[in-house]
């Protein structure tokens, strides 16, 4: 994805530097953890192992050598907001969210009755990590890089060479656990119920106007094949995709990390699609959102990239109303103001698409995939719906 590099203002007013000639990055190495043997006899003893994937596992290796291992244990895998994609979710072991806003009720029935619990990525000090370890304590085994490894809760990895690698190396050694019998079935009805709960969802407000972003997500997921990429933004659409959006891989969901950071989407679509010339991207944005990083619009109409850009248009930083509405506020300088996303798209030579009513959604996306070039698609829905929640769709289901 992007990156963003700062140069202070000391050094750009200082003095010339000799700077050595640049040379290519050397790829970590991918030695399995000196310390792997403990973890490895923990692993194999475990009757009943859950495995955590953390954004640690989202990297593209660690997450087929995350697949590897779940499958050589027949183990179901749990993943947090950002591990998202780590392990496909439409792979049979992938169990649903932990701690995505909420849990998956069967995610934490599954952890509760859990001997070991494998932490793929899951960095220490996070949200997910002390939330695991309050929760499950010495339950709790850590695989994850650090440029400072130390072993206190797992194999003292470095590089994310070395990650991937002792995962395989862990694949190779161990067979299914005593609970492997159950564990896909689990998953199935794990996945069937938090599908079926957001179908309900959605038909709660098909009638409702201005419509649910939800409904537009889904048709996505519906028409997403395994090469598609798709970036997210921090918006109200973040918080639906981690939910609605079927995964193959960690291309699936590429999405903006906990610091929030807006205007993420667009730059990194750009950044996909010269990366991969042959597949589509799709950038899933708000409004606020968007017009962060807007003037992008020009780059991707002058290169002619494949990529769609799904723009929830409600008028509203949407997450920053919620949050003050949540606590007790009026909002406060939350309106974005109107803006004709279609015609900025049209006027910066991109094909524009609106879409007002939900009856329009499939048939936008239909003719979006179909371009060779740039799309952008301006959905008019609302925001003034309840925050996705996994316990509710599940009880709804």
């Known amino acids: 994805g992007p990156t963003h590099v700062e140069v202070t203002r000391d050094v750009l007013e200082g003095d010339l530097i000799d700077a050595a000639p640049p040379t290519p990055a050397q790829t970590p190495a991918g030695d399995v953890a000196p310390d792997l043997d403990r973890a490895l006899e923990r692993i194999r003893r475990a009757q009943h192992p859950v495995i955590v994937a953390g954004k640690g596992a989202w990297y593209p290796m660690v997450s087929a050598a995350l697949v590897t291992l779940a499958e050589a244990l027949e183990a179901p895998v749990c993943h947090t907001w950002e591990g998202h994609g780590a392990m496909p979710t439409v792979h049979p072991l992938s169990l649903g969210p932990y701690r995505v806003l909420e849990s998956h009720p069967l995610v934490l029935s599954e952890l509760a009755a859990a001997d070991l619990i494998v932490g793929v990525g899951v960095r220490p000090g996070t949200e997910p990590f002390e939330a695991l370890r309050g929760d499950y304590g010495e339950r709790l085994l850590i695989f994850d890089s650090s440029d400072t490894p130390n072993g206190r809760y797992g194999p003292s990895i470095g590089s994310v060479g070395s990650l991937a690698a002792s995962l395989r190396a862990v694949a190779a050694n161990v067979r299914p656990s005593q609970s492997a019998g159950s564990a896909r079935s689990m998953c199935a009805e794990a996945q069937r119920s938090l599908a079926h709960g957001l179908q309900v969802e959605m038909h709660r407000y098909a009638g409702t106007r201005p419509w649910h972003i939800g409904l537009a997500i889904g048709a996505l997921s519906d028409r997403l094949t395994p090469d598609m990429v798709v970036t997210s933004d921090v918006s109200n659409v973040k918080l639906w995709v981690p939910f609605q959006l079927r995964t193959f891989g960690p291309h699936s969901h590429v999405q903006a990390g906990s610091w929030g950071t807006m205007g993420y989407a667009l730059p990194a679509a750009i950044g996909a699609a010269f990366a991969y010339p042959r597949r589509t991207v799709v950038a899933l944005a708000g409004d606020a959102s968007f017009l962060m990083s807007s003037s992008d619009l020009v780059t991707l109409a002058q290169h002619r990239l494949p990529v769609i850009i799904g723009v929830h248009h409600d008028g509203q930083i949407g997450m920053i109303n919620y949050m003050q509405r949540m606590a007790g506020r009026e ?67």
């Open 331 to 397: 909002p406060f300088a939350t309106d974005v103001g109107e803006v004709d996303y279609a015609k900025m798209a049209e006027a910066a030579g991109v094909k524009p698409i609106r879409v007002d009513d939900p009856s329009a959604i499939g048939g936008a996306w239909d003719a979006a995939l179909a371009e060779p070039g740039p799309v952008l698609i301006e959905f008019i829905a609302g925001h003034e719906f309840p925050r996705p929640s996994p316990r509710r769709f599940v009880e709804q289901a």
